[in-house]
């Protein structure tokens, strides 16, 4: 009759012990669980405090034979993921017309002196409406015939969701310069790098829609740059500034991301080091 009562509080016992062991869910893996592709946290103030977990995919259009370096991507993704707690998927080479295009919050396209077939066309125009963001390589000259495909091909993308494009030199207070780490302008071509010597373009071209950033133009061959393929130059300014590219495009508002700002707590928690900028 005595035995009861001990394994009753014995079970109930083991029961709390294996309650309170439990870890609590982080507010990524809850908000992953709930159905979100690509989460950010950031905690406190600090722009540089951010968790988190996104695709980074690497498309490109049937039309161009010059994809994306192989490793200009990788090299940037191992990048974020040095300089903070944001867990980087690399997806499969992805066509410009693929369905899958849409799960992606951040995408890069190569530069190309071909226009995109209208299915592309069409994609990109509701990956660009649905709060994607582009990073689009336009060469290293204003005005020259990679540049001005690249903007005609960001202008048909967005006439196929109605939308007529204004093309625009963002200024040196962007909040784009100031995302993660600090730049007054976009690092030039390093010296042996493809590119370097000619215009050392000092600015970036961007696009809005609705006031949300959506697409930017660069002119500092940041695929070449970021690949760094023989070791040639010191690239590390290059792979901070597409960190920062890669952060405000996922932390606007409207953006494909799901992103959290948490409150400054009553004490800050100290940043990580990331040596002088």
């Known amino acids: 009759m005595s035995i009861r009562p001990c394994l009753i509080f014995l079970f109930l016992a083991t029961a709390s012990a294996a309650t309170a062991q439990a870890p609590e869910s982080s507010p990524i893996d809850s908000l992953l669980r709930a159905g979100h592709r690509s989460v950010l946290v950031r905690d406190g103030s600090d722009p540089r405090n951010l968790s988190g977990r996104f695709l980074l995919a690497q498309v490109y259009s049937v039309r161009n034979t010059a994809r994306t370096s192989t490793r200009a991507l990788p090299n940037l993704a191992e990048a974020v993921s040095e300089y903070s707690a944001i867990d980087v998927q690399l997806a499969p080479l992805l066509p410009l017309s693929s369905r899958k295009l849409q799960q992606a919050p951040w995408i890069f ?24 963001f582009v990073v689009a390589d336009a060469g290293t000259t204003l005005g020259a015939e990679a540049d001005i495909s ?15 494009v204004h093309f625009k030199r963002l ?51 940041l695929a070449a740059t970021w690949a760094n393929q023989v070791n040639a130059y010191d690239n590390a300014r290059h792979l901070q500034f597409g960190v920062n590219l890669m952060v405000f495009g996922l932390t606007q508002q409207n953006s494909k991301t799901f992103f959290l700002q948490q409150p400054k707590a009553d004490i800050a928690p100290t940043a990580p080091s990331y040596g002088s900028d």
């Open 150 to 164: 690249m903007r005609e091909n960001i202008s048909q993308a967005l006439a196929h969701v109605g939308v007529q």
């Open 109 to 132: 396209l190569h530069q190309s002196q071909r226009p995109y077939s209208d299915r592309e066309l069409k994609n990109l125009g509701r990956y660009l409406q649905g709060g994607g």
């Open 171 to 221: 200024r040196r207070n962007h909040a784009l310069y100031s995302a993660f780490f600090h730049f007054d302008a976009p690092p030039p071509i390093p010296l042996g790098a493809a590119g370097s010597g000619r215009n050392n373009i000092d600015y970036l071209i961007g696009v809005e829609l609705a006031g949300r950033l959506v697409a930017v133009l660069s002119y500092q061959n």
